[in-house]
C-alpha cells in the first residue's frame, strides 16, 4: 500500500493542474467574448465596403484586386492552398481535423501552400508534406495584417482558405472556401442599390479599374482577416472545451487520492492499533 504522504503529494499537484485548467478554462472564455465582438465590427465595416462596390462594378467579375500592372503578369495555374491553425498545442483535436481535411483534396502537382500557425508548420513537417511559405498566427485581435497573404493570393489564378468554424462553444469543424467566394459570401446579404457608380457621375482617380481593384484588395483583406479571427474563435472554444474535460478530470482524480489518501491513513493508524494490541497481549502473556 502506498504510503499517505506519497498520495498527500499527488494530491497536491492534481489540485494545482485542477487550478492551471480552470485558469486556462476562463482566459478561453474571455478570448471567445472578445473575437465575437471584433468579428461583428469588422462585418460592419465590410457591410459598407460591399455597397461601394457592388455599386462600381455592374459585372460579376471578381480580379483579385489586381491592378492593370499585374493583370499583364504571368499567374501561377495552380490553385494556393492557405491553412489557418494555432500557434501552439492547447487548441485540442481541431487542427488535426483541419489538416487532414486539407489532405484530402491537396495534390502536390496542382497546389501550392501556405501555412498559417506554426502547429499546422509542424503536422505538416511531420506527415512530410512541403509548404511555400509559413506566417505566425497573429498574437492580437486587432489591426491584423495580411498584406503579404493577399499579395501571395494575388500570383494565383484560385485561392482556397481552410480554416476552422465556430459553430458554438463545444461544436467546432473544419471548413474550407475560395477566398473570392468568401469575399462574396460575407457581403451577400446586402442588397444592391439601385444607384450606379461611374465615370459618368463621379471621378475617378487615377482609373475606376484601379479603384474597384483597390475596393477588392481591401475586402479580400477583410474577409482574411475574418476567416483568421473565425479559426482564432474556434482554437479558443476548443482550448476552452479541452480545458474543461481537463479540469473535470483533475478534480475527480483529486477527489480520488483524498479518498485514498484517507484510506492510507487509517490503514497506517489500524496498523498501529494492531501493533499495540499485539505488544499488550505479548506483554500479558511474558507477565504470566
Known amino acids: 500500500m502506498r504510503r499517505p504522504n506519497e498520495i498527500a503529494k499527488d494530491e497536491a499537484s492534481m489540485a494545482t493542474l485542477a487550478e492551471l485548467t480552470s485558469v486556462f478554462e476562463g482566459i478561453a472564455s474571455m478570448r471567445i467574448s472578445q473575437t465575437k465582438t471584433q468579428v461583428l465590427e469588422s462585418t ?4 459598407e465596403l460591399w455597397k461601394i462596390y457592388t455599386q462600381l462594378r455592374v459585372d460579376s467579375l471578381f480580379s ?3 491592378d492593370e500592372g499585374q493583370n499583364n503578369r504571368v499567374v501561377i495555374d495552380k490553385e494556393l492552398f492557405i491553412i489557418i491553425t494555432a500557434e501552439g498545442g492547447f487548441s485540442g483535436d481541431i487542427d488535426q481535423k483541419t489538416v487532414e481535411a486539407m489532405l484530402l483534396q491537396y495534390d502536390a502537382e496542382k497546389n501550392d501552400i501556405i501555412v498559417i500557425g506554426h502547429h499546422g508548420a509542424m503536422q505538416l513537417s511531420q506527415r512530410g508534406i512541403s509548404f511555400r511559405k509559413y506566417y505566425k498566427l497573429p498574437s492580437n485581435d486587432r489591426n491584423i495584417n495580411v498584406e ?4 501571395e ?6 485561392s482556397t482558405v481552410f480554416y476552422q468554424e465556430y459553430v458554438s462553444l463545444m461544436d467546432q469543424e473544419p471548413k474550407h472556401i475560395s477566398l473570392s467566394m468568401a469575399v462574396k459570401s460575407v457581403g451577400s446579404g446586402n442588397e444592391r442599390l439601385d444607384e450606379v457608380i461611374s465615370e459618368q457621375n463621379y471621378i475617378f482617380e487615377p482609373t475606376s479599374f484601379a479603384v474597384a481593384a483597390h475596393l477588392e484588395r481591401s475586402m479580400m483583406k477583410i474577409a482574411m482577416s475574418q476567416l483568421i479571427l473565425q ?6 472554444a476548443s482550448r476552452f472545451r479541452a480545458m474543461s474535460a481537463s479540469h473535470q478530470r483533475a478534480d475527480e482524480e483529486t477527489a ?20 499495540i494490541i499485539n505488544g499488550m497481549k505479548k506483554s500479558k502473556k511474558a507477565a504470566v
Not at 493570393?153 to 484560385?158: A, G, K, L, M, S
Open 44 to 47: 460592419k465595416f465590410f457591410d
Open 153 to 158: 493570393v494575388q500570383q494565383y489564378r484560385r
Open 231 to 236: 479559426s482564432k474563435l474556434a482554437q479558443y
Open 64 to 66: 483579385f484586386g489586381r
Open 256 to 275: 480520488d487520492l483524498h479518498m485514498l489518501y484517507n484510506r492510507a491513513k487509517r490503514g497506517v493508524k489500524d496498523e498501529r492499533l494492531k501493533e
Open 148 to 151: 503579404p497573404i493577399i499579395k
